[in-house]
């Protein structure tokens, strides 16, 4: 199993619409959970952090599920502005370094929005 | 402020040359990353510092690749004997000590080996 597998789409959803997707990772000891996003040809950028209960930040909102080992973006009220590709990050967890230093980058989710 | 900047943007180098790329993080960041991006493919780590020691080396991908860091500042990733499957882009990434997750990428160099 890959450390952090997302479907990489893509995602064709016109705007308005309501769109979910997940991210699994297999490494159980991993305490740390991101969506960032990557538009084309650009640098990622954090877009949230996810936290055990969950949280939202306007039209996002994500989850995690540590018994299923998945965490989750949804977005709604779609925007052309939101396509772009979604990456799942968590934390390598247990690695000595710590912190900082163990982040896995999923390869990514694609999202076009469709006028 | 100033973000991550790197340079050059892009390289376009002859198999065999080496390289040479440079990364200036955020005033402060004391953690810095390379990360390498094939094309349509996910970031693949590559080293991670903390201050100018790199406790994570784990990513390079061969000896031909080697990096260095002065204090914590300009970080520069070093690619000796090129080869084409090294066609990527490289992208650096630093965080801060209060907030080490959250990881601010410069624009990345597009390296090209013909």
């Known amino acids: 199993r890959k450390e952090v597998e997302q479907d990489p789409g893509p995602f064709n959803v016109p705007e308005g619409a309501t769109v979910a997707f997940n991210c699994t990772y297999s490494n159980s000891a991993s305490q740390s959970f991101f969506w960032y996003r990557q538009d084309c040809r650009k640098e990622p950028k954090l877009l949230m952090s996810v936290y055990s209960s969950g949280n939202e930040d306007g039209r996002f909102t994500a989850q995690l599920n540590r018994a299923s080992q998945y965490i989750s973006l949804l977005i709604r009220d779609s925007k052309l502005s939101d396509s772009a590709t979604y990456l799942c990050v968590v934390n390598r967890g247990g690695y000595s370094g710590g912190g900082a230093d163990g982040l896995t980058f999923g390869k990514g989710t694609h999202l076009i929005i469709q006028p | 402020g100033a973000g991550v900047s790197q340079s050059p943007s892009n390289k376009v180098t002859e198999k065999g040359k080496d390289v040479e790329l440079r990364c200036d993080p955020i005033?402060?960041?004391?953690?810095l990353y390379w990360y390498r991006q094939r094309l349509g493919q996910g970031l693949e780590f590559l080293i991670y510092?903390?201050?100018?020691?790199?406790?994570?080396k784990s990513g390079l991908p061969s000896d031909r690749f080697s990096a260095e860091r002065t204090g914590e500042s300009v970080s520069t990733l070093t690619i000796q004997r090129t080869q084409q499957e090294d066609s990527a882009v490289y992208l650096c990434?630093?965080?801060?000590?209060?907030?080490?997750?959250?990881?601010?990428f410069g624009p990345g160099t597009r390296l090209t080996v013909t």
């Open positions: 990434a630093s965080s801060s000590p209060s907030n080490s997750y959250e990881q601010y």
């Open positions: 510092f903390q201050g100018n020691s790199a406790p994570d």
């Open positions: 005033s402060g960041h004391t953690a």
